[in-house]
């Protein structure tokens, strides 16, 4: 078993910055890719960036450069640095890690933009 926690969410200006971090604890050994979805209100939940354990990243095309996904092994911790923050960001993100016994999600932190 493998428990996320997600922190880093909150009010940020639109083209403002926000780092997200993800904890993983449990049956961290067999952890594989690791990375972010997100859902907006009334919308389905969508992919917003992947790490491999080797570091191999992998992008939404929405991101277009402006988030940096990034993974500390020994740590067991996945970041997505968010720059320039546009009003199609403000959702729930949700951390995801892939592990030896299957696929596990977090709780989610919101992220919301003020103007």
């Known amino acids: 078993q493998v428990q996320l926690v997600e922190s880093g969410g909150g009010l940020v200006q639109a083209g403002g910055s926000l780092r997200l971090s993800c904890v993983a604890s449990g049956s961290t050994p067999g952890l594989n890719g690791m990375g972010w979805y997100r859902q907006a209100p009334g919308k389905q939940r969508e992919f917003v960036a992947g790490?491999?354990?080797?570091?191999?990243?992998k992008y939404a095309d929405f991101v277009t450069g402006r988030f940096t996904i990034s993974r500390h092994n020994a740590k067991n911790t996945v970041y997505l640095q968010m720059h320039s923050v546009q009003p199609a960001a403000t959702a729930a993100y949700y951390c995801?890690?892939?592990?030896?016994?299957?696929?596990?999600w977090g709780q989610g932190t919101q992220v919301t933009l003020s103007f």
């Open positions: 995801y890690a892939c592990a030896s016994d299957g696929d596990y």
């Open positions: 790490i491999s354990r080797g570091g191999m990243t």
